[in-house]
């Protein structure tokens, strides 16, 4: 009787977990292009942007998306992130970082990279080709 109750039982919870699946039901909108009419735009994250179906490649002058994070407090932070992309690409994190335009604050890499802020000056001063 124990064997049946539990050939019963896994057979239930097959049944039930092949129909199951979780999924996100609108896609991560991790990208706002500015605009100057509100009437022609989308209300994201509370900022007027261009609607998402109308963004061209071009809305962002040949850069990728770099996240990073910095602790303005006085005490240690920690942080877990979790990053993906819908439209994922390569992009050379160097060029992005040390040959951005405009550049990223000197403190802000120098801390990040925990390098002197004379090694974030000598990097950004390089020729970073296509800073793609």
């Known amino acids: 009787m124990a064997l049946k109750s539990f050939v019963l039982t896994i057979a239930i919870l097959a049944v039930v977990t092949s129909i199951s699946h979780a999924s996100d039901p609108s896609p991560l909108q991790d990208f706002c292009v500015a605009v100057n009419d509100s009437m022609a735009a989308v209300f994201v994250n509370g900022k007027f942007c261009k609607d998402p179906k109308d963004v ?8 990728g998306l770099i996240h990073f994070q910095f602790n303005v407090g006085k005490i240690k932070a920690v942080a877990f992130a979790g990053l993906s992309s819908q439209n994922p690409g390569v992009i050379t994190i160097a060029n992005a970082v040390f040959g951005s335009d405009p550049p990223i604050n000197d403190d802000v890499l120098a ?16 020729f970073w080709w296509d800073n793609n």
């Open 56 to 63: 061209t490649a071009d809305d962002f002058f040949r850069t």
């Open 111 to 126: 801390k990040a990279f925990q390098v002197d802020k004379k090694v974030v000056d000598y990097l950004q001063s390089q």
